[in-house]
C-alpha cells in the first residue's frame, strides 16, 4: 500500500452572484395554487426564479391544471409561500390571509 493518498473531490466554489447549493439542506414543498393557463403557472415559476436575485430554488413545477406548484428549494416553506402569494394567485388550503410580514410591499 503506497502513502499516497488520494484527493477528495472538493464541491465547485460559488461564482460571484451564485449561491453555493447544499442538495442536503433541500425541501420539497407542494402548494395547490388557483391557477388557470400557462399564464398563470408562468407568473409563479418567473417570481419563484428570479426570487432574490435567483439561485435559491432549484426545481419548480407548476401545473396549471391540477393546480399543483412543486418546489424543492433550501428556503423555508413560508418564504416560498409569501413568493407566490406575490404574484396575486390564491394558495388554496393556506390561510385565506398571508401574514403581513411574509407578503410584503409587493401585495399592497
Request: aromatic share 2%; hydrophobic share 40%.
Amino acid at each position: 500500500m503506497s502513502g499516497a493518498v488520494s484527493a477528495i473531490p472538493q464541491a465547485p466554489e460559488a461564482k460571484k452572484g451564485e449561491v453555493k447549493r447544499d442538495d442536503a439542506k433541500m425541501n420539497t414543498y407542494e402548494f395547490s395554487v388557483a391557477m388557470t393557463c400557462g399564464g398563470c403557472s408562468g407568473a409563479v415559476t418567473r417570481a419563484l426564479t428570479n426570487y432574490n436575485g435567483g439561485g435559491h430554488i432549484i426545481d419548480i413545477v407548476a401545473t396549471p391544471v391540477k393546480n399543483t406548484v412543486v418546489v424543492r428549494s433550501a428556503l423555508p416553506r413560508e418564504e416560498v409561500l409569501s413568493v407566490i402569494a406575490k404574484t396575486g394567485k390564491k394558495v388554496l388550503g393556506e390561510p385565506a390571509e398571508v401574514p403581513k410580514s411574509l407578503v410584503g410591499e409587493a401585495a399592497k
